[in-house]
């Protein structure tokens, strides 16, 4: 069988070494050279040839880099590992940009999702893995490789259940396309807590950058509730779910999401009326920076396990994730 090779893309280097310390192996070696035109080059250092190789990039935007930049540097590099002779390549990308445009929304509308995935194919990715993509059926259709979608309920079951303790407890998607997302962490906490757990819906619609719809669905009153979702960028969404939560007469509240990109205004999230603590992942490796401004309600949640056990599940040939 061939040999396991763990790349982390600069930016992605401290959950790299996470990765592979799971793993027992060391993280591969390679090179990113910048040019004074923009123009950069990357390669590996190593010997790739006849093996399986797993690139680690978690494709956000900040100050370092945008989505475009991170996502044409992990297309050259997998071209550089094929061209080496790379028996397959696997794409690990933490947080998968382009993935919330979907579907055409208005006429002549890219489907960006579909065109990031062709991308990705023509340079000979193997296999994509992704950490809660915004819509799963849409992430799968978008690939003719193979995909491994991870789910996070388990891992903020795992921390939020000893929080609520024997409280009432419901988990609460923000919005019909979080639905699926809360389920499945209601049903994992449900196995935690070994009790039911209540499940509520937030009326949720969006035209042209306005967000409208202020209808509960669903029980709150004397419970802490979980508003799941899979990334907190303005805060917008999380915030009119927890004022409605508050005005239902909810005791305590949790926002729970995968990928912490914390742009202005998300310091509000822990203001009055806002969150007793925000909980995410470490998906994007600079979420305690850009989320300073709530203090000490962030917890921040490592995904090193998930993506150790994606890895062994792609190199064995195992059909489902763990």
């Known amino acids: 069988m061939a040999e396991i090779a763990l790349f982390a893309l600069h930016g992605s280097e401290a959950l790299g070494e996470r990765i592979a310390q799971r793993l027992e192996i060391p993280l591969s070696r390679h090179e990113e050279r910048e040019f004074e035109d923009g123009e950069h080059k990357i390669r590996p250092l190593q010997r790739v040839a006849g093996h399986h190789v797993f690139v680690l990039h978690s494709l956000h935007g900040d100050a370092a880099a945008s989505p475009n930049d991170r996502l044409c540097r992990l297309l050259f590099f997998i071209a550089a590992l094929k061209d080496a002779g790379a028996e397959r390549v696997t794409a690990l990308t933490p947080y998968l940009c382009y993935s919330r445009k979907d579907r055409r929304t208005k006429p002549y509308d890219p489907v960006t999702?579909?065109?990031?995935?062709?991308?990705?194919?023509?340079?000979?990715?193997?296999?994509?893995?992704?950490?809660?993509?915004?819509?799963?059926?849409?992430?799968?259709?978008?690939?003719?490789?193979?995909t491994r979608h991870l789910q996070p309920g388990g891992l903020f079951a795992a921390h939020l259940a000893p929080l609520v303790g024997d409280r009432p407890v419901v988990v609460l998607a923000p919005d019909a396309g979080a639905a699926k997302r809360a389920e499945d962490l209601r049903r994992n906490l449900e196995d935690r807590l070994r009790r039911p757990v209540g499940r509520a819906m937030m009326e949720k619609a969006r035209s042209e950058g306005v967000v409208s719809g202020e209808a509960l669905y669903g029980d709150v009153s004397d419970a802490c509730v979980i508003v799941a979702d899979d990334i907190i960028a303005t805060?917008?969404?999380?915030?009119?779910?927890?004022?409605?939560?508050?005005?239902?007469?909810?005791?305590?509240?949790?926002?729970?999401?995968?990928?912490?990109?914390?742009?202005?205004?998300?310091?509000?999230?822990?203001?009055?009326?806002?969150?007793?603590?925000?909980?995410?992942?470490?998906?994007?490796?600079?979420?305690?920076?850009?989320?300073?401004?709530?203090?000490?309600?962030?917890?921040?949640?490592?995904?090193?396990?998930?993506?150790?056990?994606?890895?062994?599940?792609?190199?064995?040939?195992?059909?489902?994730?763990?």
């Open 113 to 146: 999702s579909r065109y990031v995935a062709a991308l990705l194919e023509a340079m000979g990715v193997h296999s994509v893995v992704t950490l809660d993509v915004h819509n799963v059926a849409a992430f799968e259709n978008a690939f003719r490789c193979p």
């Open 235 to 322: 805060g917008t969404t999380m915030l009119r779910a927890a004022t409605a939560c508050r005005r239902a007469g909810a005791l305590e509240l949790y926002a729970a999401a995968s990928h912490g990109l914390f742009r202005a205004g998300t310091a509000a999230l822990a203001g009055d009326g806002g969150f007793d603590r925000v909980i995410v992942t470490d998906s994007v490796p600079n979420c305690r920076e850009t989320g300073a401004g709530l203090g000490d309600r962030l917890t921040v949640l490592g995904c090193a396990e998930l993506f150790a056990d994606a890895i062994v599940a792609e190199h064995f040939g195992e059909q489902e994730a763990r």
